[in-house]
């Protein structure tokens, strides 16, 4: 719809068009601002340039065939959609079904986010990505983007093996051995978990330390990871593939002497140093240190070389906000390495901060200091949490009280949309048990009273709403959306009786659209629509 009136004026007018949504529902359906573009050329007041495009706009057969209205007021131009252009895309639409608002595209994605170490669960910080991550990559699918989501193991290093140590004392602990544990070594009871899985699995454990704690660091792992999937799964987030660090060190020599030829990379104090300072970095980074153990960032090198030579058009990394300093030296190397490093768009997702009854959300015992995301997720639903953490822009501070998504009203936005899309099927039950679909579907909605003319128009612009998501990297456009959608479609059903009235068939299938734009919408977020309460 949005693509259709824009492109018949722009070619009219021959400059580019920009249509926003007027405050006032009865200005019209669009507003547009070219006026005020034109006056420096024009060389006239843009309440006289408008008044002459609205007199030229009137007179042309398009605007004749899609706009009931069109004036000028203070500059500005506003149009007003016919209602039979209106009811011919609800006919395009409802036939389209679930295809409906979907985009064709020649272009490819690669997304990466959670990339969690699997040195313990998912906490509450590690869910806003994920969700975000699982929303946009659905949504590059729909709008036809060929879309890949991974996520990066970090199955080796230091951490893999303070993860085996802290599970090694754990274990010594329990066998009535005093043992000292260093300050970053792991805690909370999964690391007892941990070791009495060991235990079970190994029995009683014999050699060299070194050794036991390599050999658990893997072990725990490999649980760990299992135990990631598993949440990810039970959080509705669909990954691709799993990609092992350990899988890509094997490539890291090969990587490294291209950075060399391509003078990416320098001796100095007995370390390896990437110069990323030649490429907008605060200062070159330690890719190897004097003791020939890689930092972390040399591994993330050897990756996005693996990731760039999949050749997709464009790479997203969704990482938390602490990453801010990353960004610079992984681009710098992907300079050295030969590849475009604007092709990859990197994302930071900001903290979350939980609250129940309006006290912070109490911490899990299993995790340590850390919200889990299981405990929350038992809590309030996928739903309820899906829909709350993409809400809000990703980088943006989130904050939620966890009492208010349990609740069964309109204060629970979820609830809300789900109530309204509920309602619509209930009303549809209804007339199904006396008529057909048929005699709804070639119903006409012209002359309809106009708030539900308003209510058609924004069911009819889901399109725009997700390719402007999609643009910006806003899914809480998708959100607003269907809170908005939903809440007109209330106000609708509370002030039109629709069932048994000579109006039935229209509003039915007025009805049946803001249900298609609502089922569409909630998908994308990884929601399955409600149609019973």
Known sequence: MHRRVKGVLEHLLEVPIVLEHPKDKSLGHYASVVAFSLAKTRRKAPKVIALDLVEFLRQQPECIELFSEINALNGYINFTLKDMFLDRLCNEALALGRDFAKGTSNQTLYVEFVSANPTGPLHIGHARGAIFGDSLCRLGRFLGLKTHAEYYVNDMGAQIRMLGLSVYLTLQKMQGVAVHYPENAYKGTYIV????????????????EDTLVTQLGNFAKDLMLREIQESLVDLGVHMDAYVSEKAMFEAQEVVFDR???????????????????????????????????FTYIAGDITYHDYKFQQNYDHY?????????????????????????????????????????????????????????LRDVLQDIGRDALRFVFLSKKLDTHLEFDVASLQNQDSTNPIFYIHYANARIHTLLGKFLQKGDVQAILTSTLENLPSQATHLLFSALNLPKVLSSAFADRELQKICEYLK??????????????????????????????????????????????KKKM
Not at 193 to 208: D, I, P, S, T, V
Not at 266 to 282: H, I, P, Q, T, V
């Open 484 to 529: 908005n959608l939903a809440g007109d479609f209330h106000s609708f059903y509370n002030a039109h009786r629709i069932l048994d009235t000579p109006e039935e068939l229209r509003y039915l299938k007025l009805c049946q659209m803001v249900s298609l734009s609502l089922t569409i919408g909630l998908d994308i977020l990884g929601i399955e629509a």
């Open 316 to 372: 997203i990394n969704i990482f938390g906000a602490d990453h801010h300093g990353y960004v610079a030296r992984v681009r710098a190397a992907l300079e050295f390495l030969g590849y475009e490093s604007k092709r990859l768009e990197v994302l930071l997702a900001q903290m979350v901060a939980l609250l129940q009854h309006g006290k912070p959300y109490k911490m899990s015992k299993r995790a340590g200091n850390f919200v889990l």
């Open 259 to 293: 950075l060399q030829k391509a003078g990416g990379v320098y001796e100095n104090e007995g370390k390896m140093w990437l110069a990323s300072s030649r490429y907008g970095d605060e200062k070159d980074r330690v890719l190897k240190k004097s003791d020939s153990s």
């Open 193 to 208: 978990e941990l070791a009495q899985r060991a235990l079970e699995h190994f029995g009683m454990l014999e050699g060299e």
